[in-house]
């Protein structure tokens, strides 16, 4: 599943070696078409040789939106000259026919992929990252829908463009939980990358999957709520009440009888209270009002 345009684009047609003789077509005229990014280098430059492929990589990664040309100063030196450029590497972004940004310097990985995004997106385009947010937004709304397994096809091809994609990594985990398969979304987990392995994202994932593994064995509703009516002090039955209820649907009440646990001894079980509610609260989207009131009311009676 191909996510995105041009992905077959050969990368000699993306990056080529530029002299004073072809400046204007490779650069000048190629620049009415698509953004063209040179790169002024030279062989006895060692920041050159750490910043040349890290700018090649980038340009190769973003599939044809943009083009790289390669001036050595010194066999280019009147162009060098023209652009004014008084230190290698420099780097500058050319649009119509003219430069529209630009570096000087040796610079990290991170910061060369958001140059190169930012001279797509000035120039009209679209770079992969915004076309992988755009998939992973459809995924997402095919997970909303129920179609969970369509959501997993999605979230994968992602993967495939790129595997440190911790949205879609923690969307493939959540897919698999929705289709009830939670032995396959624990394995995804537990193979995530460590780049990505604290990330909130799988954080959430992880989340989601501890609660979906207890709402397995939650216990029935209405005869939970009866002995914890019967004895409002019996912690087990109201810690199994919440998860019943959770498994249910039912995540604000839940919530507040997690709370209700809390106030009342917030140290059984060595704090089981506390600890599902950050659980829930992890698996929500931070901004959710369950998890706002739930921190807020939690927060009051920890610093009473």
Known sequence: MDLLNGADIPATDLIKDGTEATFMADVVEASQDVPVIV?????????????????EEAVTAAKGAVKMVKINVDEAQMI?????????????AFHKGQPIDGFQGAVPGSEIKAFVDRVIEATGGESPGGQLDDAVEAAEEMLTEGAAADAAQTFAAILGEDPNHATAYGGLVRAHIATGDLEQA???LNGAPAEISTSPELEAANAQLELAKQAADAGPVAELTAAVEADPDNHQARFDLAQALHANGEVEE????????FRRDREWNEGAAKSQLFTIF????PNDPIVLNGRRKLSSMIFA
Do not use: N
Request: proline share 9%; net charge negative; with cysteine.
């Open 254 to 261: 839940a919530v507040a009888q997690l709370l209700e646990m």
């Open 80 to 92: 060098a000259s023209q652009m004014r450029v008084q230190s290698i590497p420099t780097v500058y």
């Open 186 to 188: 624990e394995a995804i």
């Open 282 to 285: 992890d698996a929500l989207k």
């Open 39 to 55: 790169d002024f280098w030279a062989p006895w430059c060692g920041p050159c040789k750490t910043l040349g492929p890290l700018l």
